[in-house]
């Protein structure tokens, strides 16, 4: 083999150098993952329940999830200009510290009897979410088109970890809260911000080589002219370090990093699908996890099963995300996808059907997490390969403001259609919103030109 073949290899995704940075990237996403995930559901568990608390009364209970999905949406594009100038490490770091300090803002607000203050806590608070979200970007940086989806997905399923422990935190928070002398639902929050915390510290202290930096290096060293002269003193390919990495990113990234993204997801129309996919499987997600406790409730189910049935359906988000990402290598992204587009459609038909029997809501609810899985892990893989390692970062954050602001969104809309069309016409609303997904696929695969293929 040449010399050039040698430093091709060295230089590559497959090359067993970048495989061992990949794995250790991955181990530490999981690990921040998996810590910051707690801190997301113990909120979601309390979050309303302190905001009846503060307000006496359950008119403003819904305030603290909303603020916190749109403190998420706030934040997607910040973290993702800042990863496209300085890597993944800083900004998700930041992003894990941030949501410690809106954690420790509303207790303070919440002790205080200050709802305004709690919620702006609780918008700083979102910042865990957007960075959990980001992080499946950071697992894709490395890896190659046979195992993108892999990858992502392994990330995307550590959040099943904090899933289970999170809503468990009530007993445990209130003792946390008896030794603080705070009001005992606060403690699951002084938990929560100690995971955000812990996840902050772990990824700044671990997370390097930089994954996003060091798919720059080599995406710059591959394009260029590879040359004896081209290596430095030594004869060796220049380190994939974020020193080496930098320079070349901040040249290959246009200032500011939108116009150029917009350029890029003008001329990319897979990516467009993905952007869409994710957006609307989330919308059809939030849209109808969100009133089925209400619909449950009217029909006289009691809250122990609602709990149960609420369970389930965030394990069906989470816990089968890996089968998922094997699928998505395996089928191609787009097939994965629209796979997904028919489960979230099987998903609303069963609990439009269901009436208030909670057998059938729950296993459309299962349904609805699983069909949820398949757009995010799938529409994630294919977003991230159908773009530049330049392009990515400010596209990626776009598709966090979308899939945020299309959640808050549904959300909000979710309980005037209720009261409207009734526990079923939501359902087939939300069924709605897989059209432009179809559509879209049905243009891609039609304008694909001869040379390109399906991944």
């Given at each position: 083999m040449t010399r050039t073949g040698e430093h091709a290899d060295e230089w590559s995704l497959d090359s067993p150098r970048i495989r061992s940075i990949q794995r250790r990237v991955l181990t530490v996403l999981v690990a921040a993952q998996a810590v910051g995930g707690i801190g997301l559901s113990a909120s979601l568990t309390v979050g309303g329940l302190i905001a009846q608390d503060i307000t006496g009364t359950e008119t403003w209970a819904g305030m603290a999830t909303t603020m916190a999905t749109l403190g998420a949406a706030v934040c997607a594009l910040p973290l993702a200009t800042a990863a496209a100038r300085r890597g993944r490490r800083g900004p998700l770091s930041l992003g894990w510290f941030l949501a410690a300090g809106g954690g420790a803002v509303s207790v303070l607000g919440a002790q205080a009897g200050l709802f305004s203050v709690f919620l702006v806590g609780m918008v700083l608070f979102g910042a865990g979410g957007a960075t959990g979200l980001q992080s499946r970007h950071a697992a894709a940086d490395l890896a190659t088109d046979r195992n993108r989806g892999r990858d992502l997905s392994i990330v995307v399923w550590a959040t099943t970890v904090g899933s289970v422990l999170g809503p468990n935190l009530t007993t445990p928070g209130a003792a946390v809260a008896g030794w603080l002398g705070l009001s005992p639902l606060l403690g699951v929050l002084v938990i929560a911000s100690a995971a955000f915390a812990a996840a902050g510290a772990v990824t700044a202290a671990l997370m390097r080589p930089d994954p996003l930096l060091t798919a720059r290096a080599l995406t710059a060293r591959t394009a260029a002219p590879r040359s004896r002269a081209a290596a430095p003193a030594g004869g060796r390919p220049g380190a994939l370090t974020a020193r080496t990495a930098a320079p070349r990113s901040r040249a290959a990234a246009p200032a500011g990093g939108r116009p150029g993204a917009l350029a890029a997801l003008a001329a990319a129309p897979r990516a467009v699908l993905a952007l869409v996919a994710i957006t609307a499987g989330h919308a059809i997600m939030v849209m109808v996890m969100t009133m089925t406790p209400v619909h449950m409730e009217h029909g006289g189910v009691d809250l122990t099963v609602i709990g149960v049935t609420l369970s389930l359906h965030i394990a069906?988000?989470?816990?089968?995300?890996?089968?998922?990402?094997?699928?998505?290598?395996?089928?191609?992204?787009?097939?994965?996808?629209?796979?997904?587009?028919?489960?979230?459609?099987?998903?609303?038909?069963?609990?439009?059907?269901?009436?208030?029997?909670?057998?059938?809501?729950?296993?459309?609810?299962?349904?609805?997490?699983?069909?949820?899985?398949?757009?995010?892990?799938?529409?994630?893989?294919?977003?991230?390969?159908?773009?530049?390692?330049?392009?990515?970062?400010?596209?990626?954050?776009?598709?966090?403001?979308?899939?945020?602001?299309?959640?808050?969104?549904?959300g909000a809309l979710s309980g005037i259609l209720l009261a409207l069309l009734g526990y079923g016409g939501l359902n087939a609303v939300a069924a709605a919103l897989t059209v432009p997904v179809f559509a879209l696929a049905a243009f891609v695969l039609l304008s694909r030109t001869s040379g390109e293929g399906e991944t």
């Open positions: 069906g988000m989470y816990a089968l995300s890996p089968l998922v990402g094997w699928l998505s290598d395996r089928l191609g992204r787009m097939a994965t996808l629209l796979v997904g587009q028919v489960v979230l459609i099987a998903a609303v038909t069963v609990s439009a059907l269901a009436g208030h029997g909670p057998v059938m809501v729950t296993v459309g609810l299962v349904l609805l997490g699983v069909g949820w899985s398949f757009g995010l892990v799938s529409g994630s893989a294919l977003l991230a390969e159908s773009l530049r390692p330049d392009q990515r970062p400010a596209l990626q954050g776009v598709s966090d403001l979308l899939m945020n602001a299309g959640g808050a969104a549904s």
